[in-house]
């Protein structure tokens, strides 16, 4: 017997903050707004999730927290080794808002994320020292779904951990990633990440081609 397939979409940190304009700027993380739309809108997710990095404003993953340090420099939080981040996604700032243009009304849960200053939070299941979850998996887990798909923002921080956590922690659910619809910061990080997850059993694939027969939306 083959059970109902019931299909997620996480969309990861599609905020201001992370595209042109924003603290932590991606390059071109607002041209995928346009594609997740899509996905949204194309009827095939039963349930869609966005993640927000949502961090108080002296958030030990800021540079500004740490007298001497760079940002972009290496550093420590809690004892670990930390990427000292300039201030971003603050909460209640527009930094930390979603993208204007994303479809946010259709999101039916929004997993805020990195609310605890002494540990840094990449991926929308759990801190990056792993000892506190955020309940994305169990949530996940009681709407009974069997396929997820990530986008987002940034490809090798926060889409990566985010769908490395997802197959980790949602046994038995196929999750894949969408190449064209994330964008990350450097080039050869982002090409190990997507072999990162391929390794992991994650799959890239492109929302256009889900698209071609489908626009416009
Ligand atoms: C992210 C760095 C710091 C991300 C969040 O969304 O990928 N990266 N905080
Ligand atoms: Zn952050």
């Known amino acids: 017997m083959t ?3 019931k299909r997620a979409l996480l969309i990861v940190d599609v905020q201001n903050g992370f595209c042109p304009g924003g603290n932590l700027a991606v390059e071109g993380g607002h041209e995928i707004v346009p594609l997740i739309n899509g996905l949204i809108r194309n009827g095939e997710y039963d349930v869609i999730v966005a993640s927000q990095d949502w961090h108080p404003a002296d958030h030990g993953s800021f540079a500004s927290q740490h007298p001497g340090k760079n940002v972009f420099d290496m550093g420590e939080l809690s004892g ?37 200053p002494l540990v840094d939070s990449y991926s929308a299941f759990r ?3 792993q000892a506190a979850v955020t309940g994305l998996a169990d949530w996940l887990i009681a709407q009974g779904i069997t396929d997820l798909d ?24 196929n999750v894949r990633f969408f190449e064209d619809a994330s964008r990350g910061i ?9 072999a990162e997850m391929e390794a992991a ?3 890239s694939i492109q929302a256009k081609a889900i698209h071609e027969n489908r626009m416009p939306w």
């Open 80 to 116: 670990k080794p930390q990427v000292m981040w300039p201030d971003h996604c603050v909460q209640g700032t527009p930094d930390a808002e979603f993208h204007p243009d994303l479809d946010i009304a259709k999101v039916h849960y929004i997993q805020q994320k990195g609310l605890n």
């Open 186 to 194: 450097d080039p050869a990080a982002i090409s190990a990440a997507i």
């Open 3 to 5: 059970a109902k397939q």
């Open 127 to 129: 801190d990056n020292d």
């Open 201 to 203: 059993g994650i799959p």
């Open 150 to 173: 990530v986008c987002g923002i940034a490809t090798e921080y926060c889409v990566k951990f985010s769908a490395l956590d997802a197959k980790e922690m949602l046994p038995g659910v």
